[in-house]
């Protein structure tokens, strides 16, 4: 079982910058790939942004690219999503996830673990 507890979610201004964490704990040691999705009311879980640490490679949405990077702190069990440029579309609320190995960050269902996330809200 890995838990997933993000961070960083509040309100922010059209044009801001936010950044989320996400630190996973419990059964870690197997974990190779960690990212996020979102979902905006009334509307289906998206994929966001997805790293996958052991071929050093990073898995963007359409909404992220260009605007989110996404990094990881190895030492932490933590990711991070730095998003820019902000936009009234960018509200949702932002879920960390995992991925386990063989799985596609680009289908909902492959995803293997959730955490409870945390709202961004972009508004003037």
């Known amino acids: 079982q890995v838990n997933l507890v993000e961070s960083g979610g509040r309100w922010v201004q059209p044009g801001g910058s936010l950044r989320l964490s996400c630190t996973a704990s419990g059964h870690t040691s197997t974990l190779t790939s960690m990212g996020w999705y979102r979902q905006a009311p009334g509307k289906e879980r998206e994929f966001v942004v997805g790293?996958?640490?052991?071929?050093?490679?990073?898995y963007y949405g359409d909404s992220a690219k260009g605007r989110f990077t996404i990094s990881r702190d190895s030492d932490k069990n933590t990711i991070h999503v730095q998003m820019t440029r902000l936009t009234r579309e960018d509200t949702a609320i932002y879920y960390c996830?995992?991925?386990?190995?063989?799985?596609?960050?680009?289908?909902?269902?492959?995803?293997?673990?959730w955490g409870q996330g945390t709202q961004v809200t972009v508004s003037p």
């Open positions: 996830a995992v991925v386990l190995p063989g799985r596609s960050w680009y289908s909902v269902a492959d995803v293997a673990y």
């Open positions: 790293l996958n640490w052991v071929d050093d490679a990073m």
